[in-house]
T-cell receptor, first 113, second 113 residues
Framework: DAKTTQPPSMDCAEGRAANLPCNHS???????VYWYRQIHSQGPQYIIH???NNETNEMASLIITEDRKSSTLILPHATLRDTAVYYC??????????????FGEGTQLTVNP | NAGVTQTPKFQVLKTGQSMTLQCAQD?????MYWYRQDPGMGLRLIYY???????DKGEVPNGYNVSRLNKREFSLRLESAAPSQTSVYFC????????????FGPGTRLTVT
């Protein structure tokens, strides 16, 4: 699995867009980028994933660079409830080895009023 | 649509006692997982069930057993609890094995004294 690098912490004002970067320079052609978050004392929450095209759902948008070496998760209008640790992981879909999720250090996003 | 539910939310055991953690999902998912999360250790996969009727060991299976009771339910049993099993336990499910779009329950916080 490709290694990912994220900033340890970020701040964002409530109502503004939160842009969380992730570097994955060793990503392979068959690997997807997944984003999860974990709000304190809660279970991890799947947010979005993508291969090479930009993706959007009701929670967020995922922008993947053309060379696929980095990506940005965008929360368009951050709220206080978006304060959490955000994890970017890279995995090849279809591998049948337990689909084990492992999280690195992630980015602690703090949304300020 | 409750997603993934877990019981109990909290539990305190004495060393040597046994207990079963229950997990159920209502998303008609084929695959289910049990993880533990310790401070500073991240998520670790204990056991998983790729489909109804199958179970496999994950990264840290020692001291645990699982049962895939039916498509909805996947239980985790500690036969003889040890202080090293003090952790937060998360159950997750996905549509099928090989996908990393997993949906997590709220967790069970277990303390073994």
């Amino acid at each position: 699995d490709a290694k990912t690098t994220q900033p340890p912490s970020m701040d964002c004002a409530e109502g503004r867009a939160a842009n969380l970067p992730c570097n994955h320079s060793t990503i392979s052609g068959n690997e997807y980028v997944y984003w999860y978050r974990q709000i304190h004392s809660q279970g991890p929450q799947y947010i979005i994933h993508g291969l090479k095209n930009n993706e959007t759902n009701e929670m967020a948008s995922l922008i993947i660079t053309e060379d696929r070496k980095s990506s940005t998760l965008i929360l368009p209008h951050a709220t206080l409830r978006d304060t959490a640790v955000y994890y970017c992981i890279v995995r090849a879909v279809g591998e049948t080895s337990g689909s084990r999720l492992t999280f690195g250090e992630g980015t602690q996003l703090t949304v300020n009023p | 649509n409750a997603g993934v539910t877990q019981t109990p939310k909290f539990q305190v055991l004495k060393t040597g006692q046994s207990m079963t953690l229950q997990c159920a999902q209502d998303m008609n998912h084929n695959s289910m997982y049990w993880y533990r999360q310790d401070p500073g250790m991240g998520l670790r996969l204990i056991y998983y069930s790729a489909s109804e009727g199958t179970t496999d060991k994950g990264e840290v299976p020692n001291g645990y057993n699982v049962s895939r009771l039916n498509k909805r339910e996947f239980s985790l049993r500690l036969e003889s609890a040890a202080p090293s099993q003090t952790s937060v336990y998360f159950c997750a499910s996905s549509a099928r094995e090989g996908t990393y779009e997993q949906y997590f329950g709220p967790g069970t916080r277990l303390t073994v004294t």
